[in-house]
């Protein structure tokens, strides 16, 4: 059984910061994608922020330059580092992994609100 569990959320005044993780539980052999995502009130759900394997990274353009996305292997962990968050932020972060075959796991989500 593999289960991924964020922690980390919160409330945060604008222009705070917050870090996001996530722990992978259960036996995985090989994740190529870890990544965090986000939906907001009435909005879809949007990518954040991914890292490759080989520790590409891949931003939204929203987020550029204010996240910071990390990972660790051994328990699989990623992380966002949020700095100068904005109350546009306000959303619940799913952090997602992407196995060899495609195979997608996500966690249940934390929520992050920015007041203004």
């Known amino acids: 059984q593999v289960q991924l569990v964020e922690s980390g959320g919160g409330l945060v005044q604008a222009g705070g910061s917050l870090r996001l993780s996530c722990v992978v539980h259960g036996r995985l052999f090989s994740i190529n994608t870890m990544g965090w995502y986000r939906q907001g009130p009435g909005i879809q759900r949007e990518m954040v922020a991914l890292?490759?394997?080989?520790?590409?990274?891949v931003y939204a353009h929203s987020v550029k330059g204010r996240f910071t996305i990390s990972r660790e292997n051994a328990p699989y962990t990623v992380y966002l580092q949020m700095n100068s968050l904005k109350p546009e932020d306000t959303a619940v972060y799913y952090c997602?992994?992407?196995?060899?075959?495609?195979?997608?796991?996500r966690g249940q989500g934390t929520p992050v609100t920015v007041s203004s």
């Open positions: 890292i490759r394997s080989g520790g590409e990274t």
């Open positions: 997602n992994a992407v196995v060899s075959g495609g195979v997608q796991y």
